[in-house]
Nanobody, 113 residues
Framework: QVQLVESGGRDAQAGDSLKLSCEVS????????MAWWRQIPYKRELIAYV??????HYIDAVKDRFVISKDNAKNTIYLQMNNLNVQDTAIYYC????????WGPGARVTVTS
């Protein structure tokens, strides 16, 4: 069974940078399209995904500020978050782009101005 564990979430101030990690066990990410989502009340949105070749794709709200990456050897994906703003406050989850594995606990990020 695949397990996902997100880490790196914390309280931050607007303009700060954070790096989230997602360790995957029980399955390989090497040939898997992985993604990050974020959850705010009543809404979970896909914000970034990385293809098998390592290329990242982003929604407009995070483009040019966030970078998704993967380390196949560590079976881990990352989300480098730069120039945070209060709208980035959310719980962040990683998962396979499709179909979903069981969701992990998420990483809470709270950004204050």
């Amino acid at each position: 069974q695949v397990q996902l564990v997100e880490s790196g979430g914390r309280d931050a101030q607007a303009g700060d940078s954070l790096k989230l990690s997602c360790e995957v066990s029980g399955g390989s990410i090497r040939l898997t399209r992985m993604a990050w989502w974020r959850q705010i009340p009543y809404k979970r949105e896909l914000i970034a995904y990385v293809l098998e070749d390592g290329s990242g794709h982003y929604i407009d709200a995070v483009k040019d500020r966030f970078v998704i990456s993967k380390d196949n050897a560590k079976n881990t994906i990352y989300l480098q978050m730069n120039n945070l703003n209060v709208q980035d406050t959310a719980i962040y989850y990683c998962n396979q782009l499709s179909p979903y594995w069981e969701w992990g606990p998420g990483a809470r990020v709270t950004v204050t101005s």
